[in-house]
């Protein structure tokens, strides 16, 4: 009876002496309950890892620094790849040292702490991917660097790829091509230079559209029989011309902003020189639009003129001769002939306007070379400049058949010849004419 009570009560204490240490101890292991939730997402087009996402909440415990949480990947995913760029932590805590290599990625607070409860979202680029497809777990330890913990895990699914994934995959393997046309970077460039096309095009339709008009203005004055008016329009129309549009891009673009009657402009615009396009300011684009304007309408200037001078003098003089002024006969006789002739060349003018608004890099818009630039020296791959260039092509290769195919049309319209032959060529005559000094269509034979 006695002994049957005493290992009763030995029993108890053991029980007791066991939820003592447990709950003890619970400050320290109460992370192993803490759930640590990852989002990995993959490029569509590859199949490959995008990005991993993972949610960690720092668990009950006060520690001293220096601290650490570690993310333990599979040899297969090649964690000893990333850089220090790879990995982002955002959160209320002093940004960590980063660190990888082959056991995975490390998140040293040396500084302070991480308070418990904190949450923090880990976000984590360029773990490869990898080749056999299934699940790969991933192992969550934190605490003080000699004494890491295990406080959770979560699993990678790798899918299977499918053929053109497995193509994109194998082109990743080739140095080559890695280097100069990474599908998973083009991929991941896309955005940034769809924003850097639209800045670009925007530039170029104001530009464009101011150019015209002052280009038209230059050329008058170039025409002018005043010396006074003359002589400075050929002297624009040559410093223009005969000087590298970046030389005029930076002097027009610094040194406008010491002109008083800029800063007078500027202030006199009030919300119109505010506003932003995805972090470019509005006084960014007007300089830019300013010395893309300048340049553009010296070379229009000589395109008017030249086809101006085209037409025959005696439009001029019959349209006087009717009673029109002259600003009418050129306004209604002369200028819409111009541009009936010049119009290929004035589209040429616009695809060449395109390509210069690349120069804008130079003095840190963020146009469609910039963008492309910023990212190459991230990844320090030249893929982006060959994603930018088809960019590039995506509105120059349209113009330019659209140009070709313009200068034909109005060929044909002017001389009647150099137009493309449809059917076949004329041959030889069958039988004989219907009468004599024409010839019926019905009657010649084509081979």
């Known amino acids: 009876m006695f002994k049957d009570g005493s290992s009763r009560r030995m029993r108890h ?74 990995v982002r932590v955002s959160g209320e805590v002093r940004p960590p040292a980063v660190s990888s290599d082959e056991d995975g990625v490390t998140l040293a607070f040396s500084a302070a702490a991480p308070p418990p409860g904190t949450v923090l979202t880990i976000s984590i680029t360029g773990l490869a991917t990898p080749d056999e497809p299934g699940e790969y777990p991933v192992i969550v330890r934190y605490g003080p660097p000699d004494a890491l913990s295990e406080v959770g895990s979560f699993t990678i699914d790798a899918p299977s790829p499918n053929v053109f994934q497995r193509l994109f995959r194998a082109m990743e393997r080739v140095p080559f091509l890695r280097q100069f046309f990474s599908p998973t970077i083009i991929w991941a460039a896309l955005p940034l230079l769809w924003r850097g096309f639209q800045v670009a095009v925007f530039i170029l339709a104001v530009s464009y559209s101011v150019g015209i008009p002052l280009g038209l203005s230059v050329s008058f004055m170039k025409m002018s029989r005043l010396a006074i008016l003359r002589w400075p329009a050929t002297v624009y129309i040559d410093v223009i011309r005969g000087t590298p549009l970046l030389v005029q891009l930076l002097l027009v673009y610094f040194g406008i902003t010491f002109v008083p009657a800029w800063r007078i402009a500027m202030d006199a615009l009030g919300p119109l020189a505010t506003w932003q396009i995805y972090n470019i300011d509005a006084t960014q684009f007007y300089r830019a639009i300013l010395v893309l304007s300048l340049n553009a309408s010296a070379y229009m200037a000589e395109i008017f003129r030249a086809g101006i001078q085209s037409i025959h003098k005696g439009q001029l003089e019959a349209a006087r001769s009717l009673g029109m002024t002259w600003p009418k006969s050129m306004a209604f006789v002369i200028i819409p002939q111009t541009v009936r002739r010049i119009l290929p060349t004035m589209m040429s003018e616009f695809i060449l306007l395109f390509k210069d608004t690349s120069i804008l890099f130079a003095v840190g818009i963020f146009e469609l070379t910039l963008q492309a630039r910023t990212i190459q020296a991230a990844k320090f791959n030249m893929s982006p400049y060959i994603a930018a ?49 024409t010839v019926s269509t019905k009657e010649v034979g084509l081979r």
């Open 13 to 86: 204490l053991a029980v007791t002496v066991a939820s003592l240490v447990f709950s003890l101890a619970l400050p320290t292991f109460a992370h192993a309950v803490v759930p640590t939730q990852a989002d990995v997402t993959y490029i569509p087009i590859t199949g490959t890892i995008d990005r991993a996402t993972i949610e960690f909440e720092v668990p009950d415990g006060e520690l001293e620094p220096p601290v650490a949480l570690v993310f333990e990947f599979a040899p297969e995913m090649r964690a000893d790849r990333l850089r220090g760029t790879d």
């Open 389 to 437: 260039a088809g960019f590039y092509l995506l509105l120059t290769i349209p113009l330019g058949r659209f140009v070709a195919n313009l200068e034909q049309r109005l060929s044909v319209a002017e001389t009647g010849r150099g137009g493309k032959k449809k059917g076949r060529q004329r041959g030889m005559l069958v039988g004989k004419p219907e009468s004599e000094g």
